[in-house]
């Protein structure tokens, strides 16, 4: 195990460093920063003296050592437009995306589990084939179109439901602002979360049904029968736990897909999220919110699939760690 912490600790690092270099490295592309910070009416003469002050006019080599040695101390930059720290005010918009993927991730396991499982049992019934069918037209609708689609029926034609905003928010002692605790805030996260799920819906349906047609036919799940075990046992415990591995490794990988598309989402829906900041950053050439939203997101990324790791050894304990003793 500490052997395991250590080697992930070490790839972590890695990890963190090509993606800080990445993203330090695009920011010359994205325009000039002082646009936004003094408009057109200064000279450039004093463009020039607050480009030498920002340290703007250094090789990239002084600026991303100099970025480097503040990031290792928890400081990623000061916002331009917002002057404050740029992980602090990333930070204020967490919770909000937070709460939007696991929105999406309630609904999508909610919905692909008992669905997967049902297609892969009845793969020749009619309700079976018109899942199939509908994962299928899922898939091939972009996540901005579902969005639109949602907001123009639920929420213009039909008005059931609200179709921006994060709503009504409560503040937990410890500073944590959520929606879950108001029924406004609950309405107002409904259609953006099943537009962000409609992303791993359908992908997650399809590959539960074949993951549990092929355990289905194993010999393990064959002697359990032989043995008289239950039909549901057979299915739900012995064949399903063993589609369950993959399922976790697809899902892994995703939970940083549907944080990357929030970009989406929370433009279409004016959600107050890490997404919309970051679009908001990226029109006004903030270019410390933008990196440090990348690095933020990468982290992400990296502790996820640790997790991961840790979850296949209580699927299965016969998955070890690496490094770990057999």
């Not at 890695?14 to 490295?25: A, C, K, P, R, Y």
């Not at 006019?57 to 930059?77: K, S, T």
């Not at 009845?122 to 037209?137: C, E």
């Not at 589609?243 to 598309?261: E, W």
Request: glycine share 8%; proline share 5%.
């Amino acid at each position: 195990m500490i052997a395991f912490l250590i080697r992930r600790a070490f790839q972590a690092v890695i990890v963190m460093f090509v993606i800080s270099l990445i993203g330090f490295s695009i920011q010359d592309n994205l325009g000039d920063p002082l646009r936004e910070l003094v408009g057109q009416s200064v000279s450039e003469e004093d463009r020039d003296v607050l480009r030498d002050q920002l340290g703007l006019n250094d090789p990239f080599l002084v600026q991303y050592g100099r970025f480097l040695g503040r990031a290792v101390q928890g400081d990623l930059g000061t916002s331009y437009f917002f002057k404050r720290p740029a992980l602090d005010v990333i930070m204020d918009k967490f919770p909000a995306t937070f709460e939007l993927v696991l929105g999406a991730v309630v609904i999508f396991l909610g919905l692909s589990i008992p669905g997967g499982i049902y297609c892969a049992i009845n793969r020749d019934k009619w309700l079976a084939k018109t899942i199939m069918t509908a994962s299928i037209i899922g898939i091939s609708i972009p996540v901005f179109l579902t969005a639109i689609l949602l907001v123009w029926l639920f929420g213009v034609e039909l008005g059931w439901l609200p179709a921006f905003g994060r709503g009504e928010t409560y503040r937990l002692p410890w500073g944590w602002e959520t929606g879950f605790l108001t029924w406004d805030g609950l309405a107002h996260l409904i259609l953006p979360s099943i537009a962000l799920s409609s992303i791993m819906l359908p992908l997650f349906i399809r590959l539960i049904r074949a993951e549990m047609m092929e355990a289905m036919g194993t010999d393990y799940v064959r002697f359990a029968r032989a043995k008289g075990l239950s039909t549901p046992r057979v299915r739900y415990v012995h064949a399903f736990r063993n589609t369950l591995l993959p399922v976790v490794t697809v899902g892994g990988l995703m939970i940083g897909t549907l944080i990357a598309y929030t970009i989406l989402t929370e433009t279409v829906f004016q959600w107050p999220g890490m997404g919309f900041l970051f679009l908001e950053a990226v029109n006004r050439v903030d270019t410390p919110l933008i990196i440090a939203y990348i690095i933020v997101v990468g982290l992400i990324f990296v502790v996820v699939n640790t997790i991961v790791d840790f979850v296949y050894t209580l699927i299965n304990p016969m998955v070890k760690l690496p490094g770990a003793k057999a």
